[in-house]
């Protein structure tokens, strides 16, 4: 199993672009998420995904849109990049253990830079 | 923001030292999770708590839960070089998770 699975590793951008960072699980899992981690602070949540076909806003949801694919995939797009948005992103999924969300698991990151 | 804290930012210890961080938090939550981030990676969980749960042990790990209180700690036992990381604390609420900003242990060799 290759777990939670992210793609691009690394992206520059420029001011204005847009892009589409891509997840994929195989773990089964319902629920799926994406996070943005900045310098010396922990994992904000932008958008979360507790079940196929439905999503649901986070902590930091501005400038961002996500897309629940299916049930392994879940994409976030940056429609139009700002510097601000220059962060670490992180997929996740988690298992639900009697109807509560238990253990997350992490893909390894995109690192995405907006000149 | 919901985010809990964990206290100290930074520790620093010798090898063999036992390290201990605690985790504050605000809401009341389903479970409580530990993370390890190591330099440039993503997190790897470590342990969860629930809520109707007071003590937990994973190898050398131990967790602690004061659902009164709104904290919780981490407790690595006889810590190892490989240990160094930040150390994140992680609350499950309905669908979603808060965490931490993070506790950075150095250990020493």
New interface residues.
């Given amino acids: 199993n290759a777990g939670v699975t992210q793609t691009p590793k690394f992206q520059v951008l420029k001011t204005g672009q847009s892009m589409t960072l891509q997840c994929a699980q195989d773990m089964n899992h319902n629920s799926m998420y994406w996070y943005r981690q900045d310098p010396g602070m922990g994992l904000r949540l932008i958008y979360y995904s507790a079940s196929e076909g439905t999503t649901d806003k986070g902590e930091v949801p501005n400038g961002y849109n996500v897309s629940r694919l299916n049930k392994r995939e879940f994409s976030l797009r940056l429609e139009s990049a700002a510097p601000s948005q220059t962060s670490v992103y992180f997929c996740a999924s988690s298992e639900l253990v009697w109807a509560v969300q238990e253990t997350q698991y992490f893909g390894p990151g995109t690192r995405l830079l907006v000149l | 923001?919901?985010?809990g804290e964990e206290d100290p930012q930074a520790l620093s210890i010798q090898e063999g030292e036992n390290a201990t961080m605690n985790c504050s938090y605000k809401t009341s939550i389903?479970?409580l999770?530990w993370?390890r981030q190591n330099s440039g990676?993503?997190?790897?969980?470590l342990i969860?708590i629930r809520s109707n749960e007071r003590e937990k042990h994973s190898g050398r790990l131990r967790v602690t839960l004061d659902t009164s209180k709104k904290s919780s700690s981490l407790l690595i036992t006889a810590s190892r070089a490989a240990d160094t990381a930040s150390y994140?604390c992680?609350t499950?609420t309905?669908?979603?998770?808060?965490?931490?900003?993070?506790t950075s242990l150095t250990v020493i060799p």
């Fill in positions: 923001s919901q985010q389903n479970n999770q993370y990676r993503g997190l790897v969980h969860l994140f992680a499950g309905g669908n979603q998770f808060y965490f931490g900003t993070g």
